[in-house]
């Protein structure tokens, strides 16, 4: 059972209305690193943690994530409260009006489509989605997740301060950029008090691959440091004639009953193609300046 405070988590004072800045909002609203998406994400993996302790700290955690969604939704409104009631009303000339809700990165969409208050959208006006919500119920995979999550919405609330030039909502972003900070070492508590958590999952990968690095790429840059040297590593240089790791020939192959395999061939036969022939294409009939070299047409 939820219960609803009508008191925010945290005071914003906005200064003024400013419609632009309210777009830009949106991203913390209804984009991939918003609020939202995390309150869901946390939600979902709580409803189905198997550990009452991890569960308490998701359902928490998500709850104020949606504490959080309020504060921005209070921050977009209070943003587009002149122009809400200005595009309402038609309270002025049809030049101001629109002098007031284009001005900018999707402030137009914003007044328009929603009447100035907040939308599910990110600040390029995409709709929010379902597949932002990457959970894969695998306590030692998702934790990860998480705190990779609570990082990319740190930076992009790091990005809307260095921005925002309204002191209040400077502050609010502020608030809410840092508890993305403590989120994430919850989460990295919550991982590492799990024994044997990496690698994520149940089952150990096989020791012959664990520890080689493949340089699989050629020419200059290659570079060393702790993630490809050291006695942790084996450094395998991967040649153009590199023969398989696992070995054999690298070719794919399937066992076939005979009746599928005569079918494989005919269709093989069928749509074989020629190279004995040049044929005339539409491009060649169509060509103009700039098109290379081309058949001639006889």
Same mark, same amino acid.
């Given at each position: 059972?939820?219960?609803?405070?009508?008191?925010?988590?945290? /005071?914003?004072?906005? #200064?003024?209305?400013? *419609?632009?800045?309210?777009?830009?909002?949106?991203?913390?609203?209804?984009?991939?690193?918003?609020?939202?998406?995390?309150?869901?994400?946390?939600? &979902?993996?709580?409803?189905?943690?198997?550990? +009452?302790?991890?569960?308490?700290?998701?359902?928490?955690?998500?709850?104020?994530?949606?504490?959080?969604?309020?504060?921005?939704?209070?921050?977009?409104?209070?943003?587009?409260?002149?122009?809400?009631?200005? $595009?309402?009303?038609?309270?002025?000339?049809?030049?101001?009006?629109?002098?007031?809700?284009?001005?900018?990165?999707?402030?137009? &969409? $914003?007044?328009?489509?929603?009447?100035?208050?907040?939308?599910?959208?990110?600040?390029?006006?995409?709709?929010?989605?379902?597949? %932002?919500?990457?959970?894969?119920?695998?306590?030692?995979?998702?934790?990860?997740?998480?705190?990779?999550?609570?990082?990319?919405?740190?930076?992009? %609330?790091?990005?809307?301060?260095?921005?925002?030039?309204? +002191?209040?909502?400077?502050?609010?972003? /502020?608030?809410?950029?840092?508890?993305?900070?403590?989120?994430?070492?919850?989460?990295?508590? #919550?991982?590492?008090?799990?024994?044997?958590?990496?690698?994520?999952?149940?089952?150990?990968?096989? +020791?012959?691959?664990?520890?080689?690095? %493949?340089?699989?790429?050629?020419?200059?840059?290659?570079?060393?440091?702790?993630?490809?040297?050291?006695?942790?590593?084996?450094?395998?240089?991967?040649? *153009?004639?590199?023969? *398989?790791?696992?070995?054999?020939?690298?070719?794919?192959?399937?066992?076939?009953?005979?009746?599928?395999?005569?079918?494989?061939?005919?269709?093989?036969?069928?749509?074989?193609?020629?190279?004995?022939?040049?044929?005339?294409?539409?491009?060649?009939?169509?060509?103009? *300046?700039?098109?290379?070299?081309?058949?001639?047409?006889?």
């Amino acid at each position: 059972m939820f219960m609803h405070n009508k008191n925010l988590m945290y /005071t914003v004072r906005v #200064a003024e209305p400013d *419609p632009k800045l309210a777009s830009l909002m949106l991203e913390q609203f209804g984009g991939p690193q918003g609020e939202l998406a995390a309150a869901l994400r946390y939600f &979902t993996q709580g409803l189905s943690d198997e550990d +009452p302790g991890r569960k308490d700290m998701l359902i928490d955690i998500a709850t104020e994530e949606l504490s959080h969604l309020e504060i921005i939704g209070s921050i977009v409104a209070m943003l587009t409260k002149g122009v809400k009631g200005k $595009l309402a009303e038609g309270a002025e000339e049809v030049t101001d009006l629109y002098a007031d809700i284009a001005k900018g990165n999707g402030s137009h &969409t $914003l007044a328009l489509l929603y009447g100035g208050g907040p939308a599910l959208t990110n600040s390029a006006g995409q709709l929010w989605t379902g597949g %932002y919500i990457d959970s894969i119920g695998e306590p030692t995979a998702d934790l990860r997740s998480n705190i990779a999550a609570e990082s990319r919405a740190k930076i992009i %609330y790091e990005r809307l301060i260095n921005i925002t030039p309204d +002191p209040g909502v400077k502050d609010a972003l /502020t608030f809410l950029m840092t508890r993305e900070i403590a989120h994430q070492k919850m989460f990295e508590k #919550a991982l590492y008090s799990i024994d044997n958590n990496f690698p994520p999952g149940k089952l150990p990968g096989n +020791p012959e691959y664990t520890d080689k690095y %493949y340089n699989m790429s050629q020419g200059d840059g290659d570079a060393r440091g702790p993630w490809n040297q050291g006695e942790q590593w084996e450094f395998v240089n991967v040649t *153009p004639d590199q023969a *398989p790791v696992s070995g054999g020939d690298g070719n794919p192959s399937v066992r076939l009953a005979a009746e599928e395999m005569k079918a494989v061939n005919e269709a093989a036969k069928r749509t074989m193609s020629r190279t004995d022939v040049n044929p005339v294409t539409g491009a060649d009939l169509g060509a103009g *300046p700039g098109s290379g070299k081309m058949t001639p047409v006889k």
